[in-house]
Each structure stands twice: as structure tokens, then as C-alpha cells.
């Protein structure tokens, strides 16, 4: 049941959701969530590839797959059409273009306003260029994006999240060093890290789609837990017992000289969270998700899949 008073929302017709980046991690966590309250929600599940195996999956869990690329408006002005609300996730790492990331987030606001939705969720972030004085491309453009959406006139409620645990099962898994050793590749030195499980994020959002007036116009955060590289490190060796987990003080500046395809946007968001001295709304994250879980208990439940990624020798750093 949504945290939401029954009043703001007309019991009898379910309100329909079109939800962007459905096939993928975050809005998968936003359609599952909403398709557990069939009586309240329709999802309308956005993907490129509706014969993939994950948008599939969702139809056979109760989506309805439309086929729309955020480049292309018509298809976009399609699948939202007769809908009344949307989540909207915006991607920047395919083409890691902050520009393009801009345009298609612009896109899909026009034609929500244009096809009359009456409540738009948006996956935005602060703008780290002006806190820190350099590019964070994936950030800066999610940023510019809220900006448009503030200004054209339509319900919105915008939501910022923190580092995904589920990041220690692909790019950020702790990286071997030597044989049973491994470090955790976070650059925030001794600064504590707020964080989230990204499936935790789904029923936080499906409560906002409950009571869309009142979160309307509202810049909310999210948060399951706030730690050290050396308390996670503490975490590790509590769940995986037969490895030892090294916290070096690694600096977002240590970050940049690894390299790799991202890692100046990557180094750039570490060193905000470090400077900016943000903290994520846990308090707000547990009244709509009660559920939620610390790193300790989610670590504790995924122990086995962050163990099997730490054998892949593939890693960023
Ligand atoms: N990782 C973190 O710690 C973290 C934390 C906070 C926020 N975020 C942000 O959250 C967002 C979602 O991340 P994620 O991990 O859920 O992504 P993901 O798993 O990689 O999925 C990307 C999704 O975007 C869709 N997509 C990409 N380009 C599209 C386009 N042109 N038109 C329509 N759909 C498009 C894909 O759909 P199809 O391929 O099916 O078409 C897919 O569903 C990203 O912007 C990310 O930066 C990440």
C-alpha cells in the first residue's frame, strides 16, 4: 500500500505510467514496483529492443511494451499518448554526450506536455560544473534537464540518488590486488559516501506517483546508508570472510590518471560528493520504503553475486 492519502487519487481507474529506462536498472525498480498495485497502476514500459529478453520479461510481469527512442519525437509523442504520468530517465554513458543526453531528456518533457500527462518524475542530479568548477557530463546534463523541466509548466517532482550498492557487482567490485586481497576502488578518501540499493528506489517513486500533487514541484533525495570506504571495507569482511578488503586512500584525482573511458566524469562526481558535503534524505527514503535496506543488509543478501563479479579480472582500475 502507498504512503499516499486515497483523496488525490480517483479509486476507481488506475492511472497509467509511462516508465523510461524500464529494461534497465533504475526504471525496472520504478515498473516493478508500480506493477505490484495493478488496481492503482498502468505501466507502459518504454524500451528500443521490445523483442529483448528484459522487456519480455516486464510484459510477462504485466507491462505493456512500447517501442520509443528518446531521439525520435513521434515515437515518444506515441507512447505517452493518452498516459498520465511519467517516469523519465535520461542515459548518458552509450554515447557519453552531454548535449544528446539534454536533447532526448528535453524531448520527452515536450511531448509529455504536449500529449497533456499530468505529473512527470524526473531522475535529476545538481549541477556539479558549478559547485566544482569542472565537467561531470553525465551529472551537468541530467541538471539541465530539471532546469527546462522547472520552467515549462507541468507537475513534476524531481528525485537525486546516491551511489547504487549494486555498483559492487559491476564496475566499482572490488579489485584485486594480490591473491585473497582486494581493494575498493571509491575515491572519497576518509569522506563518507551516501548510497542506495537501486531496487530499494522503486517504491519510493511508486509513492510519489500516489499523491502527485502533493510532491509536485518538489527536489527530493534518496539515501539507504552513508559510509567510509573503511566502515564498507568493515562490511566486506563481515559477508565475504575469506577475502581481505583494503580501503586505500584513494583520491578522485587518482581517479582521472586511471584513465579509462569515463573516468574524468567519474573522478568529477567523487570530487563533488566530497566537496559539496551533500547528504542524501534517508529519513524520507524509510517512510516510503520501509523496506529499505543499509549496505550491511543488503551486502548480507548479495553477497554471493558480489563475490562471483569479484572473479571477473576485468575490472576499471
Ligand atoms: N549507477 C549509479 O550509481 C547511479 C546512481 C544514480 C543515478 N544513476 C543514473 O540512473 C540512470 C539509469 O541508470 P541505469 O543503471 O538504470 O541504466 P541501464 O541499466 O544502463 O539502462 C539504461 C536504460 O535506458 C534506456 N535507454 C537508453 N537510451 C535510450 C533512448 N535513446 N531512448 C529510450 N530509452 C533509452 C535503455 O532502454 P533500451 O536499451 O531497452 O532501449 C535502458 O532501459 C542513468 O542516467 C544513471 O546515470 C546511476
Not at 31 to 37: P, Q, T
Request: net charge neutral.
Amino acid at each position: 500500500m502507498g504512503c499516499g492519502s486515497s483523496k488525490e487519487f480517483p479509486d476507481d481507474e488506475p492511472r497509467t505510467v509511462v516508465v523510461f529506462g524500464a529494461t534497465g536498472l533504475l526504471g525496472g525498480a520504478v515498473a516493478r514496483a508500480l506493477l505490484e498495485d495493478p488496481l492503482r497502476f498502468r505501466v507502459r514500459a518504454v524500451t528500443r529492443r521490445p523483442s529483448s529478453e528484459k522487456a519480455r520479461k516486464l510484459a510477462e510481469e504485466g507491462a505493456v511494451i512500447v517501442t520509443a527512442n528518446q531521439n525520435d519525437i513521434a515515437s515518444l509523442e506515441k507512447a505517452l499518448e493518452g498516459a498520465d504520468a511519467m517516469f523519465l530517465t535520461t542515459h548518458y554513458w552509450e554515447d557519453k554526450n552531454k548535449e544528446k543526453e539534454i536533447v532526448r531528456g528535453l524531448n520527452a518533457i515536450d511531448a509529455a506536455v504536449h500529449k497533456g500527462l499530468t505529473h512527470i518524475v524526473f531522475n535529476g542530479s545538481e549541477n556539479v560544473r558549478k559547485v566544482i568548477g569542472k565537467d561531470c557530463g553525465h551529472l551537468d546534463s541530467k541538471a539541465a534537464i530539471e532546469e527546462y523541466l522547472s520552467e515549462v509548466g507541468v507537475n513534476y517532482t524531481i528525485i537525486r540518488l546516491p551511489f547504487w550498492y549494486e555498483n559492487f557487482c559491476t564496475i566499482f567490485r572490488p579489485h584485486k590486488v594480490k591473491h585473497g586481497v582486494y581493494a575498493i576502488p571509491i575515491p572519497m578518501g576518509d569522506v563518507p559516501l551516501d548510497m542506495i540499493s537501486v531496487k530499494d528506489v522503486g517504491q519510493c517513486i511508486m509513492n510519489l506517483f500516489y499523491r502527485p500533487r502533493y510532491y509536485s514541484r518538489k527536489t527530493l533525495s534518496f539515501g539507504g546508508d552513508r559510509l567510509t570506504t573503511e566502515q564498507m571495507a568493515r562490511v566486506f569482511s563481515k559477508y565475504i570472510y575469506n577475502k581481505k578488503f583494503l580501503h586505500p586512500a584513494l583520491r578522485p584525482k587518482d581517479f582521472e590518471a586511471f584513465n579509462f573511458p569515463g573516468s574524468q566524469e567519474l573522478a568529477a562526481m567523487f570530487e563533488f560528493y566530497q566537496k559539496s558535503q551533500l547528504v542524501r534524505d534517508v529519513k524520507l527514503t524509510k517512510r516510503l520504503n520501509p523496506e529499505y535496506k543499509t549496505f550491511d543488509k543488503w551486502l548480507d543478501e548479495e553477497a554471493e553475486n558480489v563475490e562471483n563479479a569479484m572473479k571477473e579480472q576485468d575490472t576499471i582500475v
